[in-house]
C-alpha cells in the first residue's frame, strides 16, 4: 500500500490546515523512524512531546494487544476498569482528588475553562466570569481555547469569541495585580510556554498567581499538556515549582500517543460538573486509559524522572558546544527534555528552515515559534540513539551557516 501513497497525494485530498515534511513516516522503533524510501531519522520531536517513551514501545504494545482482545469502548453510560485505575494513580501521584478524562489538550483545557466559569457561578454568581491569560500562550484550538491563548493568529477570523477573557504578559505580576479582581474566576498558565518558545515561568510569579487567585478567590490553572507526564524532569512541573493549582490539564504524552487527555481537580470543584453539566463520547474509553496506565506507572518512578533531569542537561550542553562552532543560538533553554534553541538575529525566523534542513541529515526536530528550534525527545531516549542525534544536529548546524 505504501508504494501507492505518495506526499503529493496529501496536497490532493488533505485539507491544507497543515503543510508536513515531505517525506512520510511508514515505522518507526524506539527514537528512531523510517520513512517509505527506508531512509532512517533520529525524532528528536517525540511527536511533539507525545511518544515520551518512544514509537512501539514494546510494554505499551503488550497493554494495546491485551486491552485491544477485551474491550475497546463502551460509552460513559457504563465505566470501565482501566478508567477507574486511570483515575485512582492520578489521584494518588498528584494534587487531585478527581479526574475528568477526555481525549486532547484542547478538549482538556476546554473542561477546565468550563469548570470555573461553573464554579464561579455556582458559588459567586454570574458577575465572576473574568478569564486571566497570558500573551502567547497557547491552549488548544477549540473556540475557547484559542480566545483564551494569546495569539490572535489562531483567535482571530472566526467571528465572535467567548467575553471576558483578558491577556496580559508572561512572568509579569505587575500586570497580573493590575487586572485580577473580584470579578476573576480564572488565571489559566502553562508553567512554561510551549508552543510559544519553550519560555519558563519564574518561581516567584507562579508563587505570586498563587497568592493572588487565593486573595480574589479565582482558580489557578495549569495547562500541563506540554510540559506534564515527566516532560519536565518532574511527573508534573508544578511539583517541581511546588505551586499547587487547582486544575490541571494533561494530554500530549499520557498515553504516547493514543488519543487521551485529563482535567485533575479537587473535590469541591468538581461537584460543579454534576451529572449532565459537561461530556464527551470517547473520553475514558478503556483502550485509551489502559495504555496510560502504563504510561504513567513507568514515567511517574523516580528512578525515571532522575534520568530525563540528567539527560537534559548533557544535551543542553552538547548544543551549547555545538553553537561554540557554529554561533547559530543565542540561548539555550528549558526544563527536562522540552529544550528550545532561539536563533540569532542574523537567523530570525529561519526555525522552520533549519528544521527541512534537518531532515535532509536524517534528523526530525521541531520548532517554537519562528526562531526556536525545539527539541522534545522520547524521555527513554537511549544514549546512542541520543549521540547519533546529536552528530547530525552538529551537521545540520554546519550545513546551516554554510548555505
Ligand atoms: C498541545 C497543547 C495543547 C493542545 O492540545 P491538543 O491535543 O492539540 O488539543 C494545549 N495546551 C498546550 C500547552 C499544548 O502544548
Known sequence: MTQQITRSDFDQYLVQNYSPADFIPVK???????DQQGKEYIDLTGGIAVNALGHCPDELLAVLQQQGSTLWHSSNWFTSEPTIALAKSLVEKTFAERVMFVNSGAEANEAALKLARRYAVDHFGYQKSKIISFKQSFHGRTLFTVSVG?????????????????????????????????????????????????????????????????????????????TGVGRSGYFYTYMKYGVV?????????????????????????????KPGVHGTTFGGNPLACAVANKVVEIIADENFLAQVRAKSEQIKQAIAEINQQVSLFKQIRGEGLLIGAELVEQYQGKAMDFCHVA????????????????????LNITAQELEEGLKRFQQTAQAFVAA
Not at 508552543?195 to 495549569?222: K, N, T
Open 28 to 34: 518507526g522503533k524506539g527514537s528512531r523512524v523510517w
Open 150 to 226: 494569546g495569539q490572535a493568529k489562531y483567535s482571530d477570523g472566526f467571528g465572535p469569541k467567548p467575553a471576558d477573557i483578558v491577556h496580559i504578559p508572561y512572568n509579569d505580576l505587575e500586570a497580573v495585580k493590575a487586572v485580577i479582581d473580584d470579578h476573576t474566576c480564572a488565571v489559566i498558565i502553562e508553567p512554561i510556554q510551549g508552543e510559544s518558545g519553550v519560555l519558563p515561568a519564574d518561581p516567584a510569579f507562579l508563587q505570586g498567581l498563587r497568592q493572588l487567585c487565593d486573595q480574589y478567590q479565582a482558580l489557578l490553572i495549569f495547562d500541563e499538556v506540554q
Open 245 to 273: 493549582p487547582d486544575i490541571l490539564t494533561s494530554a500530549k504524552a499520557l498515553a504516547n500517543g493514543f488519543p487521551i487527555g485529563a482535567m485533575l481537580t479537587t473535590d469541591k470543584i468538581a461537584a460543579s460538573f
Open 359 to 378: 531532515n535532509q541529515y536524517g534528523l526530525m526536530l521541531l520548532v517554537a515559534g519562528p526562531n526556536v528550534v525545539r527539541f522534545a525527545p522520547a
